[in-house]
């Protein structure tokens, strides 16, 4: 038995009608369950119960056991003076709070199938624990539930754009360059990259926004790239002297070459190479904030990340390292990876923050108009038949995954909510 099944069974009152009783005898009415508390606090705010002839109303509080209560030091916390109800699975002990007020205890009775439902779903070996459930969810509810995932997602990796904008001092154009490092990253760099993008500054980056072979300098010297003993061809020693004179006239410290991951990527997804199309976005694009932000249709956003990073690397993928002649340019993939990951956020945010509903729903009409990610995760639903048309619906069957099925929160999920009921 879990707290969490628990506050469940208490917030849809699925415990028995019958049977009701606090520890004095008192008859229980639940009027309203009350509110989940996700902070400090009772787990219920604002309930309406009725204990014997009285109403109440307050908070509520769920353990596994009564003496819970004590255990967890709520008798000594005034934030849980307002508990009017104790619901427990087992009483075994009196409860009081810190007024050394007695507080109703009332023990939750249910239907012991809801619980081998539940335990069936969250001990599944399988990465979709109701991969093998007949009955899942009607049509209706799961297209519904599926809109309001996306729409979650969406709300969380705005929620991580935020946190760039606020460290930025509010500059949409800083935090675009360094969030659009990041996707230039992708999962593997992400990180060196966004630490690169820090440590060097957009607005030292458009100053040389003219000269392509100067802002690779500044970005593989920043990246601690050009101190390899293998990077010792003619373009490479060209790139380190305009580093060392770029370096010391603005102050920069670069990041640590060992953070770059080289290992099990295909050469195309190589740090370097991703830089080297980094520079060619600046050089070719400058100020990125009003094109995007002016950007209307697909055509608009292809053409700012149709790019190619310069010849050297048609012919390398790692400097001093000769390569057969590719032009290495921005792949259609990686343009709408960019787009989801990092623009749609970009535009759903600046249009939370201004009060702009037409940006947000432009972001949404971008990821109904991308096709769907492919991925190992996205192939198993495909499997169950669920259809991804577009990368609003893949992007919300990831969001599934991760954030439900993954930590097995099937209680907060309309599927296992329905199968748990069954």
């Known amino acids: 038995m879990t707290e969490d099944f628990l506050q469940y069974i208490w917030q849809y009152s699925l415990y028995l009608p019958e049977g009701n009783l606090t520890g004095e005898g008192e008859p229980v ?4 369950a009350g509110q989940p508390n996700a902070h400090a606090g009772p787990d219920f705010t604002d309930a309406r119960v009725r204990i014997g002839d009285t109403l109440w109303a307050g908070c509520v509080e769920i353990h596994l056991r009564s003496s819970d209560w004590e255990r967890h030091g709520h008798h000594l916390d005034p934030a849980y ?3 009017v109800l104790h619901a427990v699975y087992q009483r075994d002990a009196d409860t009081y709070n810190a007024r050394r007020q007695k507080v109703p205890v009332m023990e939750l009775h249910f239907d012991a199938r809801y619980y081998d439902n539940y335990t069936r779903l969250t001990g599944s070996k399988t990465h979709i624990a109701c991969r093998d459930e007949p ?4 049509r209706l509810s799961l297209a519904l539930w599926l809109e309001r995932l996306a729409i979650e997602r969406l709300e969380q990796k705005t929620g991580a754009l935020m946190q ?3 460290a930025t001092g509010g500059n949409w154009e800083e935090t675009l360059y360094q969030r659009l490092a990041r996707s230039f990253g992708f999962s593997l760099n992400a990180l060196p990259f966004e630490s690169l993008a820090r440590s060097l500054p957009l607005n030292i980056l458009l100053k040389h926004r003219d000269h392509l072979q100067q802002l690779e300098a500044l970005l593989f010297g920043q990246a601690g790239l050009l101190d390899s003993a293998d990077a010792a061809d003619g373009y490479c020693t060209e790139l380190r002297r305009e580093y060392l004179h770029l370096r010391k006239k603005y102050g920069l410290t670069p990041i640590d070459r060992f953070l770059w991951k080289f290992l099990r990527l295909r050469p195309v997804n190589f740090p370097t190479l991703r830089i080297a199309q980094f520079a060619a976005l600046i050089h ?3 100020r990125l904030f009003s094109q995007i932000i002016e950007a209307k249709s697909m055509a608009d956003f292809e053409k700012i990340f ?3 990073a310069s010849p050297y690397w048609d012919t390398h993928y790692v400097f001093g390292r000769d390569s057969l ?5 921005f792949a259609a993939v990686s343009i709408r990876t960019v787009l ?4 749609v956020p970009f535009l759903f945010a600046y249009g939370k923050l201004h009060g702009a509903d037409e940006f947000c729903t432009h972001a949404v009409g971008l990821l109904e108009s991308l096709p769907p990610e492919k991925n190992s995760i996205l192939a198993s639903w495909e499997e169950l038949g669920v259809h991804q048309p577009n990368a609003l619906a893949s992007q919300a069957l990831l969001q599934l995954a991760g954030e439900y099925c993954r930590p097995r929160r099937c209680l907060s999920c309309v599927i296992g909510n329905r199968i748990v009921r069954k």
């Open 29 to 32: 009415e639940t009027l309203l």
């Open 81 to 83: 003076n307002s508990v």
């Open 135 to 138: 009955d899942k969810a009607d």
């Open 164 to 166: 760039t904008y606020a």
């Open 284 to 286: 070719r694009n400058g």
């Open 306 to 308: 149709d790019l190619q």
């Open 325 to 329: 002649r590719r032009k290495k340019s």
């Open 340 to 343: 989801i990951n990092t623009v």
